[in-house]
């Protein structure tokens, strides 16, 4: 197995060996292995471990487990411990969505303050024909159908062409040991019920299940590639973008599957109401369909897309000095501190004396220039938002932290180098994002 994760790793994802790399280690089986694979290739590698407390004294054993095996093998460690329930409770929200949400955020705000290049998760074959299943009941498009990607921006999943068994069986070849998390044999979530139910199933009417799956996977994905540069091309053709977007229904119609583009350019705004959608095509002009953030007017023989404006607040926001809390546009802390803290997901830490009071909440504009934390010189905004692969709709709603127009903080995302604490700085500042 380590022949066949060193192979992938040279041919999909050459640049790890030369990464700084943080590994999302709970103890369980799966992120076991791959901490052990890491270590065997002596790769540049640290460790997080989130404590949901949820299992109680098994949640806390977890986290001494990990904790005792990072210690005995000199592996830097960072820990973070949720009240899942109650945050569960006080954003009406699952279990299992409010747990993603804070792992991951746990997970990024150390990347970002400890200037990690990525964060590896144990995610492997079985999880992606689990979460195929999932997505195909529930009803999905072709992008739904294709897995779980080996690389989403920073998040890169280096298990994912091995199957349970190929690691359950590294494991006990080399005598690696592992904590079982009792709430896996439950079948109260809906993905322990395919994986407990259903994919044994399967298995019976195909032995080769999962090499199946991967074939499957290979040819989805090769059919999604295509219909992203279908879609591409027929952009370029029908759309423009100014200070909004504009759809040419009279280009648009020439093209018999019309209503394929326009759910491939429009889903990333969050619009559902495909009919009402469709229909506008030929509707009088004036009628419009929303969302929760935008609205699609049909004007003559255009389809318009733009924001939703709230008019009772200005383009820009500010906070003046000593100022403690943000609610509007989004809602931010500050507060002085006299250490930097890993463990606080969604925070900055800025030198203060290096700020200029009132700062700005705003839009990024043409010409915003960033110097990205932890990398040498500038960047432009929009070559920023390129380079991480931000959809239109990811930079609509990107809000910046700003001291005297310059970017302090592209909220939620990346920290400015120019206000980093340094070992001159006297005030620290943390600000803090709550989504």
Known sequence: MLDKFQNNISENLPFLPESKLLLAVSGG???????????AMKLDISVAHCNFQLRGEESNNDEKFVTSYCEKNNTPLFVTH????????EQKQSIQVVARNLRYDFFHSVLINNEYDYILTA?????????????????????????????NEKVVRT???????????????????????SSNQTEKYQRNKFRHSVVPILQEQNINLLQSFQNTLEYLNQAQSMVEDASHLVYSKVVTEEETIKISLTKLLAFPNYKAYLHQWLAPFGFTAWDDIYNLVSAQSGKQVLSENYILLKDRTYLILF????????????????????KFPLKL??????????EIPN????????????????????????????????????KYFKDEKFSLFDKTNTW?????????????????????????TTRILQIKYKP
Request: hydrophobic residues 35%.
């Open 347 to 382: 925070a900055i830490f800025v030198d203060e004396e290096k700020l200029q009071f009132p700062l700005q909440i705003r839009k990024w504009k043409e010409g915003d220039v960033l110097f990205p934390f932890g990398m040498n010189g500038s960047k432009k905004l929009s």
């Open 400 to 424: 910046l932290l700003c001291s005297n127009n310059q970017i302090v903080w592209v909220i939620g995302k990346r920290q400015d180098n120019r206000y980093k604490i340094t070992e001159h």
């Open 333 to 342: 802390s500050l507060c002085n501190v006299d250490y930097i803290s890993n």
């Open 307 to 326: 924001p939703k404006k709230n008019e009772e607040h200005s383009d820009y926001y500010w906070i003046k000095k000593d100022q403690k809390e943000v």
């Open 159 to 181: 298990l994912l062409p091995f199957s349970r068994v190929e690691i359950e069986e590294y494991a006990v070849r080399n005598g690696i040991q592992w904590r079982e998390d």
């Open 29 to 39: 089986l799966d992120s076991m292995v791959l901490l052990h694979l890491c270590q």
């Open 82 to 89: 949720f009240d899942t329930e109650i945050y569960a409770k």
């Open 123 to 151: 995610h492997h074959l079985n999880d992606s024909l689990e979460t195929f299943l999932i997505n195909f009941t529930r009803g999905t498009g072709l992008e739904g159908l294709t897995g779980i990607p080996q690389q």
